[in-house]
């Protein structure tokens, strides 16, 4: 059964960084592509970064590129997700979701599996 853990979440004050970790278990990581998404209070939920299996693609949103970088250790079983320059619009649940892939694709469109989420709060 595939799981996903996602943690690292927490209070963070504007100009800061937060790295978040997904961790599977139940299955190989190397044949998903792996997407990073968050959902805001009476907001929909969006995507902001997927990686390919093989790490060599990713693709992110441009509210978080230059600020948010996406990469993933197969060996661990884990995607990270690290955050710099925090912005207060940036606050959302945050969730890691699977997608299995030829492991060059980072197509994160249509998730299998889903994380619990970790909440990530910008504030002063």
């Known amino acids: 059964q595939l799981q996903l853990v996602e943690s690292g979440g927490g209070l963070v004050q504007p100009g800061g960084s937060l790295r978040l970790s997904c961790v599977a278990s139940?299955?190989?990581?190397?044949?998903?592509?792996i997407g990073w998404f968050r959902q805001a209070p009476g907001k929909e939920r969006e995507g902001v970064s997927c990686i390919s299996g093989s790490g060599g693609s990713t693709k992110s949103a441009d509210s978080v590129k230059g600020r948010f970088t996406i990469s993933r250790d197969n060996a661990k079983n884990t995607v990270y997700l690290q955050m710099n320059s925090l912005k207060p619009e940036d606050t959302a649940v945050y969730y890691c979701?699977?997608?299995?892939?030829?492991?060059?694709?980072?197509?994160?469109?249509?998730?299998?599996?889903w994380g619990q989420g970790t909440q990530v709060t910008v504030s002063s």
């Open positions: 139940g299955f190989t990581l190397d044949y998903y592509a």
């Open positions: 979701a699977a997608t299995a892939l030829p492991r060059g694709v980072a197509d994160c469109s249509a998730p299998e599996a």
